[in-house]
């Protein structure tokens, strides 16, 4: 696991160089933790209130579990433990954001994502002028899952990068690493 750890952060200043500043439009803001985020808005399908979920064994700690969405199976991400900041205390106004996001593989295609957060506030509009870059440092999430810091009424919207946050193949790769983990430790405190 700490391997997958060093080899992203690695990666990190090739990757922010690279990363393209948010665009202007239409983004759904909601609240984790003290934090205001954003995602934009063309990403989100649906939001929901937060219900019982399906947890599956072996996935890592910030799959809470899987909801069926009109015969769909889509797992649902805590954030807030995405972002290593402990698990989402479960209260009134918590919802579940369903998230479109790039799948790549052989084809070209789409994964529905639920994302938990403690509440949902509004869709605004943020101009291009309102956009900074992202910090490399400072937020508590990794950089690369930023695209950019919007300023509104006074303070930061942090708008998030859906594609880095939620990258299937790195929420793949960590599940397997999960599932490879307890048979190297028996391995290796058998040896």
């Known amino acids: 696991m700490a391997a997958i750890a060093t080899t992203i952060s ?6 922010l160089a690279e990363q393209p500043l948010a665009s202007a439009g239409q983004y759904l803001t909601f609240v984790l933790g003290s934090e205001t985020y954003a995602l934009g808005i063309l990403n989100i399908k649906e939001i929901i209130d937060y219900d019982n979920l399906t947890e599956v064994p072996m996935m890592p700690d910030f799959v809470r579990g899987v909801i069926n969405l009109r015969g769909s199976v889509v797992p649902v991400v805590d954030l807030s433990v995405r972002f290593g ?20 593989g052989d084809n070209y295609s789409h ?81």
Do not use: W
């Open 10 to 15: 690695d990666q990190l200043p090739a990757v």
């Open 85 to 104: 900041k402990g698990r989402t205390q479960i209260a009134k106004r918590t919802s579940i954001v369903i998230v479109e996001t790039a799948a790549y």
């Open 111 to 191: 994964q529905d994502i639920g994302i938990i957060v403690d509440a949902v506030n509004e869709v605004i509009d943020i101009g291009l002028h309102d956009i900074e870059p992202p910090p490399s440092f400072g937020t508590g999430i990794r950089p690369d899952f930023i695209s950019g810091m919007a300023k509104r009424d006074g303070h930061f919207i942090i708008l998030l990068n859906v594609n880095k946050v939620l990258s299937v193949a790195e929420m793949t790769t960590l599940s397997q690493a999960v599932v490879d983990c307890p048979a190297t430790l028996e391995h290796e405190g058998g040896a």
